[in-house]
């Protein structure tokens, strides 16, 4: 099966799996991977629910903020007095 790899989709899944926002070794970073390398067409059904179920909730939220939540959530809950983007 041919599939087309959306550039776009294909750099933000990077960025997300690189900020460690899909648990490693996780049912969502296979699938958001496999999106990246072979594009959505690659994925059978039960594949494509966990995508638009788990993984396309992360995809929509803007970056920067989960970064800051990540963030505040790796330090135990603190949070700074101003948070800059």
Do not use: C, W
């Not at 490693?24 to 594949?47: I, Y």
Request: glycine share 6%; charged share 30%; aromatic share 4%.
């Amino acid at each position: 099966m041919t599939s087309n790899v959306d550039p776009e989709l294909s750099a933000l899944i990077r960025e997300v799996v690189e900020a460690k926002l899909l648990k490693a070794g996780s049912q969502e970073q296979r699938v958001a991977e496999q999106v990246a390398a072979h594009g959505l067409g690659s994925l059978d059904p039960m594949e494509r629910d966990t995508f638009e179920r788990r993984v396309l909730p992360i995809l929509a939220k803007p970056l920067r903020e989960q970064l800051a939540i990540a963030s505040i959530v790796q330090r135990g809950g603190y949070v700074p007095r101003k948070i800059d983007f």
